[in-house]
């Protein structure tokens, strides 16, 4: 069966995954371009990292608006089994995905006794660092505005937000692609097991 691709983003309350939580999770449907994006209240907002909300450029009362995560788990599950497709042919693509958000999302499946489903991830820097050496460029930086830059694709405005995002990073998929650089060998398989 083919592989459905999916491009995700996460804004957290801070870098610690099982201590800070998911504020925002934003998906984007690679096969029809549909996106979804849900708010998350955190249960924990002493735990609220000042430089998260500076980084998002929210406010705790933002951040009082969201939903519940049961809400947000099942809204992202009903979204991703749209495809009729099981957790082996959907792959989940993100920038710095595997070292941050996957944590993240495993997490918050987890936490409300749900396992995530999809099991293959691309991240998008170590693509990109693909197609830096492809074509002999240099760059010590890989944030996914100067991977979007490097590919010639201006990115969106809202650096930060899931929404503004996941749009990028579905740019900087489709430009590499364009550019002849395989993701094969990027995608990882990491199902999610409940701890």
């Known amino acids: 069966m083919a592989i459905n691709y999916y491009i995700l983003d996460t804004e957290t309350t801070g870098t610690?995954?099982?201590?800070?939580?998911?504020?925002?999770?934003?998906?984007?449907?690679?096969?029809?371009?549909?996106?979804?994006?849900?708010?998350?209240?955190?249960?924990?907002?002493?735990?609220?990292?000042?430089?998260?909300?500076?980084?998002?450029?929210?406010?705790?009362?933002?951040?009082?608006?969201?939903?519940?995560?049961?809400?947000?788990?099942?809204?992202?599950?009903?979204?991703?089994?749209?495809?009729?497709?099981?957790?082996?042919?959907?792959?989940?693509?993100?920038?710095?995905i595997v070292v941050f958000d996957k944590r993240f999302i495993h997490h918050l499946w987890g936490s409300v006794g749900e396992t995530f489903p999809a099991n293959l991830w691309l991240d998008t820097i170590p693509y990109t660092k693909a197609f830096i050496k492809a074509k002999g460029l240099t760059s010590k930086k890989y944030s996914l505005n100067i991977a979007c830059e490097l590919v010639g694709v201006t990115p969106k405005e809202g650096a930060h937000n899931a929404v503004s995002d996941t749009q990028n990073n579905y740019l900087l998929w489709e430009a590499l692609k364009k550019e002849g650089i395989p993701s094969l060998p990027h995608i990882k398989r990491m199902a999610h097991v409940i701890e």
């Open 16 to 96: 610690k995954h099982g201590y800070h939580e998911i504020t925002q999770i934003a998906i984007i449907r690679a096969s029809d371009r549909v996106q979804m994006n849900k708010y998350i209240k955190p249960q924990f907002l002493d735990r609220v990292s000042p430089d998260a909300l500076t980084y998002t450029g929210r406010t705790m009362a933002d951040l009082e608006k969201g939903g519940t995560k049961e809400e947000a788990v099942q809204l992202c599950n009903n979204f991703l089994k749209e495809d009729g497709a099981d957790s082996e042919d959907r792959c989940i693509i993100g920038h710095n």
